[in-house]
C-alpha cells in the first residue's frame, strides 16, 4: 500500500485513477502546480479546483483525497501575490487541505526568494507542512539558497519535504533535518538507485514520490519503485516506511 506525497490529480484521467488505486495507492496529495496561466485569478480557480473537484475525483477512484496549495515559483503572478497568501489559510478550513505545496525557487532571484520565504513563516504559522520542488536546472545550488531561507525561517526543517532530490542534494537536505522526496519519473531517481540510497542510510525522513500527472511521468512509478526495492533486498519493514508510514507521519508532522 502506497501514499503519494506529490501527484497532480487533474493530470491523471480517470481510468488513470481507477489503476492506481488497484495497484495499492491508498491516499495521494495533490500538489498545486506551475501549468496554466500566470494570473492572479487563474491561480485561486486551480486552488478551487484542486479542493472541489480533484479532491471528489480522488475519493470516488478509491483514493484518499488530500490537497497541498501554495504559490509554485514557475507561475508567479505580477500582480496580486498579496491577495493569494491573505487568502490562502482560509482553504485549509477544508480538511482535504492539508499542507503547503509545490512552493520554492524555480529561476531563482529576489521576487522568488521573498514569496519563498512569506509562504514559509505562513507554514509555521499555520503549522502545516510544506512541500518544496526544487528545479531540474542548478538544482544543488538553488538547494542550498532554499536551505538557507529555510534556516532563517521560523519553519522546522522537520516539517518541510525536500522534493526531486538528487544523490547530491539529499545530504545537503537530510543534513538539515529535512525530509527527502526521491521522485521515481525518468531523469530525476531510478527505483535501483532508490534501493542503493534507502540501503545506504536507512529510511529515516525518507518518502518516494512519483509527481504523475505532470511531464514525462510513469504512472505505476510508486508500485513498481516497490517491487525493485524488494528485489534489490530491502525488508519490508523499510519499504513500508519510505512508502506509507514515512508519508503519513510527515503529514502529522
Ligand atoms: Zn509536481
Do not use: N
Request: glycine share 10%; with cysteine.
Amino acid at each position: 500500500m502506497f501514499v503519494d506525497l506529490h501527484l497532480h490529480a487533474d493530470g491523471i484521467p480517470d481510468p488513470d485513477l481507477a489503476t492506481l488505486a488497484y495497484f495499492g495507492v491508498k491516499a495521494a496529495v495533490t500538489c498545486a502546480r506551475d501549468a496554466g496561466a500566470g494570473s492572479a485569478a487563474a491561480l485561486r480557480k486551480h486552488w478551487d479546483e484542486l479542493v472541489g473537484v480533484q479532491a471528489q475525483r480522488l475519493e470516488l477512484a478509491g483514493i484518499r483525497p488530500m490537497v497541498a496549495l501554495a504559490v509554485h515559483p514557475a507561475r508567479l503572478p505580477w500582480h496580486g501575490v498579496d491577495e493569494l497568501l491573505q487568502r490562502l489559510p482560509h482553504y485549509f478550513d477544508d480538511p482535504h487541505v492539508v499542507a503547503l505545496g509545490e512552493l520554492g525557487l524555480d529561476q531563482g532571484g529576489e521576487r522568488e526568494e521573498e514569496i519563498f520565504s512569506r509562504q514559509l513563516e505562513l507554514a509555521a504559522r499555520l503549522r502545516r507542512p510544506a512541500i518544496v520542488h526544487t528545479p531540474d536546472r542548478e538544482k544543488p545550488a538553488r538547494t542550498r539558497r532554499m536551505l538557507a531561507l529555510l534556516k532563517d525561517s521560523p519553519l522546522d526543517p522537520s516539517r518541510v519535504l525536500v522534493d526531486h532530490v538528487s544523490p547530491e542534494t539529499f545530504a545537503l537536505a537530510r543534513g538539515m533535518g529535512c525530509w527527502c522526496g526521491l521522485t521515481l519519473q525518468p531523469g530525476l531517481f531510478e527505483a535501483g538507485a532508490a534501493a542503493g540510497l534507502i540501503s545506504r542510510h536507512g529510511a529515516e525522513r525518507i518518502v518516494l514520490t512519483s509527481d504523475i500527472g505532470e511531464g514525462a511521468t510513469d504512472l505505476l512509478a510508486l508500485p513498481k519503485a516497490d517491487e525493485a526495492l524488494k528485489a534489490a533486498g530491502l525488508t519490508a519493514g523499510l519499504r513500508r516506511r519510505v512508502l506509507w508510514e514515512g508519508p503519513l507521519g510527515f503529514l502529522k508532522s
